[in-house]
């Protein structure tokens, strides 16, 4: 829960090619306030998984190539 909102959190993983996945984030907010605080959490929300996932790939490269 975050005030009155609740976030649900869940993700799909979908293999392209045997070296590409596609990963999907779902998020759903239920509750008062969902459109406001929800627009805000996503845009919060949507850079750290940007950094994070830019983090991950580099980690999983750096560990195939040693």
Known sequence: ???W???H???LFEE???TQTKITFVIEGKGFGKSV???FFAKIYS???DRAISMLIQ???ASRVS
Do not use: A, V
């Open 1 to 3: 829960p975050l005030l």
């Open 5 to 7: 909102l609740t976030c």
């Open 9 to 11: 959190y869940d993700h």
């Open 16 to 18: 392209l090619n045997p």
């Open 37 to 39: 605080i929800g627009r």
């Open 47 to 49: 850079k750290d998984l």
């Open 59 to 61: 980690e999983m490269n």
